[in-house]
């Protein structure tokens, strides 16, 4: 069981610098408003005989720096524990508004940036694009859709994320996140320390993760 502790605790910065979150922000939000985001959660791994979610938190802030485009980033909380330092950011940006059965579409573009502090050379970064369809579903509440598509630098490579989730309003000013995604679904994850718990034919692996979004007045 400790060796098994230790190969995840190994592995997990790398895994989770494939995509290390709930999609934020799903939408863009109006020019100048300024909101605070975290995400919790992460993918499901095997630990002894059960399965389980491996959390990791992010905390950052979103702006409305034009109408149509939102400025994010990120800082990557939990990595700390790893002696890592994790950062992230980006934009997204409206492509179309929600009309009648079509969703409102939103373009994303991040970049990742992770620093072994144990090994100062070690430095990695990984570009990110998503693209995102979103349904209102009520007042405050959505259900959303879409994929990310993160590419390797330091040794090419290309992992694709399908994912699904729904937002809704606990009050004025915070919103809530559910939202699983299909991590590495274009990779073999058979074998190794995470075996595919819960992959699809022996591909990629499932994450959950809870998001939170709090507007600044």
Known sequence: MKKIILHILISIPFFFSIHCGVTQPVHVIPKDETRLQASFGGPIIPLGTIAIPVPYLNMGVQYGFQENVTLFGNFHTTALLFKDIGVDGGCAVRLNHEEGMYPEI??????????????????????????????????????????????????????????????????????????TKWLAANKDTRHGVFEGATSIGGRGNFSFYLGMEMTLK
């Open 106 to 179: 939103t373009a994303k573009g991040q970049l990742f940036f992770f620093w072994d502090v144990m090994r100062s050379n070690n430095i990695r970064v990984f570009p990110m694009g998503s693209i995102i369809g979103s349904y209102s579903t009520g007042d405050r509440s959505l259900i959303y859709f879409g994929a990310d598509n993160l590419f390797q630098i330091h040794k090419a490579d290309y992992f694709f994320a399908p994912l699904i989730g729904y937002q809704f309003g606990l009050n004025r000013n915070m919103t809530m996140q559910f939202e």
